[in-house]
């Protein structure tokens, strides 16, 4: 029990989590938005605009999010120069945000056309008969409607999101895989209970985002 | 009608599946079993010795197509030869970092040869025998820098080394608290970036660095600084209270009296210039516990 004890003290656990959760905030936010934008470009009536949505999808839907944390450390900033922070060590962390970012939008806005397709077409076509244009009846129909059918999914993206906040290891970010390496490295004598307090790090964390969107869902579900 | 065609076929399907599980198990199981290799036998005979390395170390341990090269593995051929195993006889089998003490625990590997430092805490769990080795914690710049003599010009100068590592969290509490650390999965990405000029040095045990500046692709372009401020006894990892370990250290000794240790040495990684550190090097093996 001392042992364990202190695997708290010899490392900072609390810390390396409390960066995850701070990943998966902003990267959560961001994605959100950018998401959002794309489904209304995939459901919108311009041709080119439902191509760019459907292009960015299908390209970053199916590239590992590794290649795409190691091209923000490496190509964005080791090549290209591109800093989001003056600070050296804040600045990886931005640049994982933004590979976070990239990656889970495409997976929001699947989750949020999920969210379209619950809607019935008639709704849109009533929209458009009272003189709504595009825009006002994706903001004020489709959209609300869409997105209470799509908290489910989105939840899912979220869990996905909160244990793929590890990958930033690999930008240089000091978050729990990596912690969880450099204990095993310097306490190969307590690797099961360093494994067992990083799985319950992580229940502890995503537990209640899934309680959390099923209660929702069921709550904000349209009756139909 | 249906109902009662559907049911045997359904049943059928759960057997199948039943099978394929068990089948996987077996596999699984098997894969990491000892199909004579950890018979414990120091006479070879029959068997095979699976020896632990690294695959992606140029100069130590390293894979190339179906050949393995560098210091370690030429080590780890010496040794095995010394306890009876022919060349055939080896089985090489990567031993990453993170789960090296495990490999040798569970009996997937009968001893290991890879940058193993001999620490206390490693000795709770698994024995040493050596060292065969002993390395420094060192800096790699490129060719034409001269700013960087030793870890404490780092303040302010962006350094490179693997996630997990202690070497660069070393510098940073103990040299220059200044310095901007960059952590990759690999040191091969670390030299990448200091060939593009994005950091300025890459640290860890200067024969890893020493091996990273002989390959081609990097030659004329890095150094290593030569200035070690650390001491890894690198050791042959071996399971608990293992009874090979006085036959290891006999190896070991014999590598050093007749040559064949400084050959090993200059084959794999004195191409780039590197001399280890003449005040420990070479080494004498500690007596086994």
């Known amino acids: ?224 | 009608m249906t109902r009662s065609t559907h049911r045997p076929r359904r049943t059928a399907g759960v057997a199948a599946l039943g099978l394929v599980a068990a089948l996987a198990l077996v596999a699984c199981s098997s894969d990491d079993g000892d199909d004579g290799a950890t018979d414990g036998g120091t006479g070879g005979g029959g068997g095979t010795i699976r020896i632990g390395i690294k695959f992606d170390q140029p100069g130590l341990g390293f894979k190339d197509g179906d050949e393995y090269t560098g210091f370690d593995v030429d080590v780890a051929r010496y040794v095995a030869d010394k306890l009876g195993y022919s060349e055939d006889q080896i089985e090489f089998v990567e031993s990453p970092s993170a789960q090296r003490e495990t490999m040798l625990q569970n009996g997937q590997v009968d001893m290991i040869f890879a940058t193993y430092s001999i620490t206390d805490t490693r000795k709770e769990v698994i024995s040493f025998a050596g060292p065969y080795f002993v390395a420094g914690q060192d800096l790699l710049v490129a060719v034409d820098d001269t700013s960087i003599g030793g870890p404490e010009d780092l303040d302010g100068k962006n350094l490179c080394s693997v996630t997990g590592s202690t070497s660069a969290q070393r510098i940073k509490d103990e040299y220059a608290t200044g310095t901007n650390l960059l952590e990759q999965p690999g040191y091969s990405e670390c030299v990448t970036a200091l060939t593009a000029g994005t950091v300025d040095a890459v640290t860890t045990d200067d024969i890893i660095l020493a091996g990273l500046a002989a390959i081609p692709a990097n030659e004329g372009k890095v150094k290593v600084v030569g200035n070690p401020f650390s001491e890894e006894n690198y050791g042959v990892g071996l399971p608990k209270d293992s009874d090979k370990c006085q036959a290891v250290t006999d190896a070991i000794n014999a590598m050093l009296e007749d040559g064949s240790w400084q050959k090993a040495l200059d084959d794999n990684v004195s191409a780039s210039g590197y001399e280890p550190n003449a005040d420990l090097n070479p080494p004498t093996p500690a007596a086994c516990e």
Not at chain 1, 54 to 74: E, G, K, M, Q
Request: with cysteine; glycine share 8%; hydrophobic share 55%.
């Open chain 1, 1 to 224: 029990m001392d042992d364990f004890t202190s695997l708290f003290s010899e490392f900072d656990v609390l810390g390396a989590f409390w960066t995850n959760i701070q990943l998966t905030f902003f990267a959560a936010i961001f994605a959100l938005v950018v998401g959002t934008v794309l489904a209304v470009m995939r459901i919108s009536p311009v041709p080119s605009l439902r191509w760019a949505g459907s292009t960015y999808v299908t390209l970053i839907r199916n590239t590992p999010l590794t290649v795409i944390i190691v091209f923000c450390v490496l190509g964005l900033w080791g090549q290209l120069g591109i800093t989001l922070s003056s600070d050296f060590q804040r600045n990886f962390f931005w640049l994982s945000v933004l590979g976070l970012t990239v990656y889970h939008a495409a997976f929001v806005c699947e989750a949020l056309r999920s969210g379209v397709n619950t809607v019935p077409v008639g709704q849109a076509e009533a929209a458009r008969a009272i003189g709504l244009d595009f825009a006002a009846s994706a903001r004020l129909i489709i959209l609300p409607q869409a997105f209470r059918g799509a908290v489910a999914p989105l939840g899912n993206v979220l869990i996905a999101l909160t244990k793929n906040s590890t990958v930033a290891a690999a930008g240089s970010v000091a978050e729990t895989s990596g912690l969880l390496r450099t204990m095993i490295e310097n306490r190969p004598d307590l690797i099961l209970a360093i494994f067992f307090i990083f799985a319950f790090g992580f229940v502890l964390i995503v537990v209640p985002i899934g309680l959390a969107t099923t209660s929702l869902s069921r709550r904000l579900a349209v009756a139909r």
